[in-house]
Nanobody, 124 residues
Framework: QVQLVESGGGLVQAGGSLRLSCAASGRTVSTYAMGWFRQAPGKEREFVSTISASGAITYYADSVKGRFTISRDNTKNTVYLQMNSLKPEDTAVYYC?????????????????WGQGTQVTVSS
């Protein structure tokens, strides 16, 4: 069983930056693809980014491409999401997820493990 704990959320002004972390425990996730999703109030959970087990393959939603960067440190069993040039529309609860496959996609159903989420609020 894998437990995921997100951290790093908070309140930031538009144009600012935040770095989210997702720490995994229970077993190594070095062979798992990892992803970040977000959910704003009244909206469905949406894909943000994913990274392959090796870190060689990354993919982003169009809405965050060029502003967000996903990375991982398999020695620390941790995945990161660097968020720059934040906009009010980025406000949401951000979730980390793990897929037992080495490469994953944009569909939440592909991911077997989920964290509890961390709130990101961007003020205008």
């Amino acid at each position: 069983q894998v437990q995921l704990v997100e951290s790093g959320g908070g309140l930031v002004q538009a144009g600012g930056s935040l770095r989210l972390s997702c720490a995994a425990s229970g077993r190594t996730v070095s062979t798992y693809a990892m992803g970040w999703f977000r959910q704003a109030p009244g909206k469905e959970r949406e894909f943000v980014s994913t990274i392959s087990a090796s870190g060689a393959i990354t993919y982003y939603a169009d809405s965050v491409k060029g502003r967000f960067t996903i990375s991982r440190d398999n020695t620390k069993n941790t995945v990161y999401l660097q968020m720059n040039s934040l906009k009010p529309e980025d406000t949401a609860v951000y979730y980390c997820a793990a897929d037992r496959s080495s490469v994953s996609g944009t569909t939440p159903r592909s991911y077997e493990y989920w964290g509890q989420g961390t709130q990101v609020t961007v003020s205008s």
